[in-house]
T-cell receptor, first 114, second 110 residues
Framework: AAGVIQSPRHLIKEKRETATLKCYPI?????VYWYQQGPGQDPQFLIS???????DKGSIPDRFSAQQFSDYHSELNMSSLELGDSALYFC?????????????FGPGTRLTVT | AQRVTQPEKLLSVFKGAPVELKCNYS??????LFWYVQYSRQRLQLLLR??SRESIKGFTADLNKGETSFHLKKPFAQEEDSAMYYC????????????FGEGTQLTVNP
């Protein structure tokens, strides 16, 4: 079965550069979530989209923005990168905005900022 | 705000021994609790959710609202159970975001 796809899997950037992470949800899933997991930390919710509209917002820095496109894939744009942005970024997708629908996670994009 | 606590970062048991991974949460309402597992170099996978009350791979978890706990248990651990386990919570008032605990790295020794 198709799973959530994230690209790239690894990304190395320098401070003050920009990065774009992509997420392709499971077919027919209409909700996408982004989580950030720092070294040795638990995943922290950043933002989610339902039917291409932002549905929830967590601890996402103002330097980050995200959107969901008409084909339901999502992109997380990160600008003015800082060393502290180095983390594993997970995308998850589900069918339905709320109501007990399971979130399926992608393999993550490991971002290293030097 | 809701919070999930997993007091043990590391847990090591021998094969065949019982295992219990602790999870406590703070939320005054009725949350939905999950256990996610992450095997080495693999993605997070849902292991259990409290509303389904099922046993997966021999694991069970019972929601204890009085103690605000959702401990994960298995009577006989197997080497293939070695992984990182995350307890997570979802509350309706916060959309469908998951709040994760810090995770417990379980190692099952032969």
């Amino acid at each position: 079965a198709a799973g959530v796809i994230q690209s790239p899997r690894h990304l190395i950037k320098e401070k003050r550069e920009t990065a774009t992470l992509k997420c392709y949800p499971i077919p027919r899933h209409d909700t996408v979530y982004w989580y950030q997991q720092g070294p040795g930390q638990d995943p922290q919710f950043l933002i989610s989209f339902y039917e291409k509209m932002q549905s929830d917002k967590g601890s996402i820095p103002d330097r980050f923005s995200a959107q969901q496109f008409s084909d339901y894939h999502s992109e997380l744009n990160m600008s003015s990168l800082e060393l502290g942005d180095s983390a594993l970024y997970f995308c998850a997708s589900s069918l339905g905005r709320t109501g007990g629908y399971e979130q399926y996670f992608g393999p993550g994009t490991r971002l290293t900022v030097t | 705000a809701q919070r999930v606590t997993q007091p043990e970062k590391l847990l090591s048991v021998f094969k065949g021994a019982p295992v219990e991974l602790k999870c406590n949460y703070s939320y005054s309402g009725s949350p939905e609790l999950f256990w996610y597992v992450q095997y080495s170099r693999q993605r997070l996978q849902l292991l259990l959710r409290h509303i389904s009350r099922e046993s997966i791979k021999g694991f069970t978890a019972d929601l204890n609202k009085g103690e605000t706990s959702f401990h994960l248990k298995k009577p006989f651990a197997q080497e293939e159970d070695s992984a990182m386990y995350y307890c997570a919570l979802r509350v309706e008032t916060s959309g469908s975001r998951l709040t994760f605990g810090e995770g417990t790295q379980l190692t099952v020794n032969p």
